[in-house]
């Protein structure tokens, strides 16, 4: 069965830094573009960042410069590194896989990690 399980979550500081991941198993994980969304409480789900199986990436304006992800196809794999981390990141942040990128016939998703950024 198909799993996407997302660790590294937790407490920080504002300024501060988290590197999250992604352990997919039960499809070809290297066929499927990645992504990571957030939901923060009253609001609604966005897309954070995403890399492709030709590993190009994309980010949401208000984390570009602080956020990079990027994806490992041998340990099946993908991350989010998180810096300079601001207050309004605060949010439950979602692993997700899709193949076709563009019109996805297949659409996984984890079950989330929460992350706070608080003094």
């Known amino acids: 069965q198909v799993q996407l399980v997302e660790s590294g979550g937790g407490l920080v500081q504002p300024g501060g830094s988290l590197r999250l991941s992604c352990a997919a198993s039960?499809?070809?994980?290297?066929?499927?573009?990645m992504g990571w969304y957030r939901q923060a409480p009253g609001k609604q789900r966005e897309l954070v960042a995403v890399i492709s199986s030709g590993y190009s990436t994309n980010y949401t304006d208000s984390v570009k410069g602080r956020f990079t992800i990027s994806r490992d196809n041998a340990k099946n794999t993908v991350y989010l590194q998180m810096n300079s981390l601001k207050p309004e990141d605060t949010a439950v942040y979602y692993c997700?896989?899709?193949?076709?990128?563009?019109?996805?016939?297949?659409?996984?998703w984890g079950q989330g990690t929460q992350v706070t950024v608080s003094s």
């Open positions: 039960g499809f070809t994980f290297s066929s499927y573009a």
């Open positions: 997700n896989a899709k193949f076709p990128l563009d019109g996805p016939i297949y659409d996984y």
